[in-house]
């Protein structure tokens, strides 16, 4: 299973961005799928997931502010991150927990995305 993420990029504050990510291989489906970031010197934290089933869950410090959604048909999931602030500075990565066999659930990590706010 692969996980292609993209869309960083620099962005000022209060813009806006969108991160997607794709997952392809051989699998029987996705349970959750969504995105965590990590900021220089601090650990690696949940932004957004989302579950096959549609349901969400969000960092408090980005909601209101980011969407997550997927496609479950497609195996991709997108983040619209608006009202951008200099603190959502870090490398985005895409997660997602995949059902590999009827026996096997695996997790797996995209490549990171750098997402710079700044002016």
């Known amino acids: 299973v692969q996980l292609q993420a993209s869309g960083g990029g620099l962005v000022q504050p209060g813009g806006y961005l969108k991160l997607s990510c794709a997952a392809s291989?051989?699998?029987?489906?996705?349970?959750?799928m969504g995105w965590y970031r990590q900021a220089p010197g601090k650990q690696r934290e949940l932004v957004a997931v989302?579950?096959?089933?549609?349901?969400?869950n969000y960092a408090d410090s980005v909601k209101g502010r980011f969407t997550i959604s997927g496609d479950n048909v497609k195996n991709t999931v997108d983040l619209q991150m608006n009202s951008l602030k200099p603190e959502d500075t870090a490398v985005y990565y895409c997660?997602?927990?995949?059902?590999?066999?009827?026996?096997?659930?695996?997790?797996?990590w995209g490549q990171g995305t750098l997402v710079t706010v700044s002016s």
């Open positions: 997660n997602a927990v995949v059902q590999v066999s009827f026996s096997r659930r695996d997790n797996y």
């Open positions: 989302i579950t096959r089933f549609g349901g969400t």
């Open positions: 291989g051989s699998f029987i489906s996705i349970i959750v």
